[in-house]
């Protein structure tokens, strides 16, 4: 008897089966990559959040067309371009008020960086002119004390961990406080609801500020600052809430600064600083002990108020 099976549906198969053909692999598209990964090869200077920036700020171009997604997907070959922004501030440095072979003590213009903000940093800072020790805030001028090595570095913190500097700041206020001299003694704690902010708290930290009236007339006060303690944002929390905020403070200020300041993060990925309105603070002393001195006596810095300042209280028409 002749058995028969069913004729086989697929020939190519069973040639396939039978070991007579192989299987022809299908074509497949290249593998796409994304494009901050191809930056981070090309471009091995900068790390993966720096070339995320430089995307989004439109300083990338992929075959001639700017893209700013860094997820955006591409091809392996595709041509990468990054056009690196230029600083539009001028790296001039600070006039220097003091310097020996531990210490260098500068007269800080106001819009200085104290520290760079991430890896990549298109202005400079004043960790270009020394080791920090302690800082002012970006739009705060005056004198500032840098070390030339870690151990006066570390001397030099120690002095203002344990208080034992002494410092004397000048700021143009808005109205004019209730009393002409007085200690501002309240707590400060950082704000919750905006992390980066300070305000005050029964629940913060001791804050102690001495100041006195210079001169006011019926718009602004001119005062002396002491702060006897060194929180952050100290003066200008302080000054805020007894109702006198500091002229041009975009963060603890009038409506009308902190309106700048929403203006800022609207452009957030504008990498290429631009001129700002300045915070009328101004460290006009500093007294500290130069570690090194043969004498090992305090020394006191001086920057003199600036003319900006004076102006406040000039007649009008002059």
């Known amino acids: 008897m002749i058995i028969t099976g069913k004729k ?3 020939p190519d198969l069973s040639r396939v089966i039978n070991g007579d053909t192989e299987i022809k692999k299908e074509e497949t598209a290249p593998t796409k990559v ?23 700020a439109g300083y990338v171009k992929a075959d001639g067309k700017t893209v700013k997604k860094p997820n955006a997907l591409v091809a ?15 790296n001039v440095a ?9 210490v260098i003590v500068l007269d800080k213009p106001a819009g200085l960086l104290s ?61 004019r406080p209730k009393h002409d001299e007085a200690v501002i003694d309240l707590p400060i704690a950082r704000n919750l609801k905006h992390p980066t902010t300070f305000q005050v708290d029964q629940n913060g930290k001791p804050a102690q500020t001495y100041y006195r009236v210079l001169t006011s007339n019926d718009k602004y006060s001119l005062l002396e600052l002491k702060p006897k303690t060194g929180r952050t944002h100290q003066l200008r929390v302080h ?13 603890y200020g009038s409506e009308k600064y902190r309106q700048l300041q929403n203006s800022d993060r609207e452009d957030k990925h504008n990498l290429t600083p631009k001129p700002r309105i300045r915070l009328f603070l101004h460290a006009g002393s500093l007294e500290i002990t130069i570690p090194g001195d043969p004498t090992n ?11 900006e300042f004076t102006d406040f209280f000039k007649p009008k028409g002059n």
Not at 94 to 102: G, K
Request: proline content about 8%; aromatic content about 8%; some cysteine.
């Open 297 to 307: 006596q305090r020394k006191v810095f001086e920057s003199p108020i600036p003319g």
């Open 76 to 90: 392996p070959d595709t041509k990468i371009k990054l056009t690196v922004p230029e600083t539009s501030i001028k």
């Open 115 to 175: 520290m760079a903000k991430g890896e990549y940093c298109p202005e400079p800072t004043l960790e270009d002119y020394g080791l920090l020790v302690h800082r002012l805030d970006r739009d705060t001028s005056g004198v500032v004390i840098l070390a030339k090595n870690p151990e006066t570095q570390s001397m030099l913190r120690k002095q203002f961990q344990d208080r034992k500097t002494h410092k004397t700041y000048y700021a143009i206020v808005e109205g």
């Open 34 to 56: 994304r494009l901050d990964h191809l930056l981070v090869q090309q471009y091995p200077d900068y790390n993966r959040s720096s070339l995320q920036k430089f995307t989004k």
């Open 94 to 102: 600070p006039p220097v008020i003091y310097e020996d072979e531990n």
């Open 8 to 10: 086989f549906s697929k």
């Open 239 to 251: 000054l805020k809430h007894l109702g006198t905020p500091i002229v041009g403070d975009v963060v």
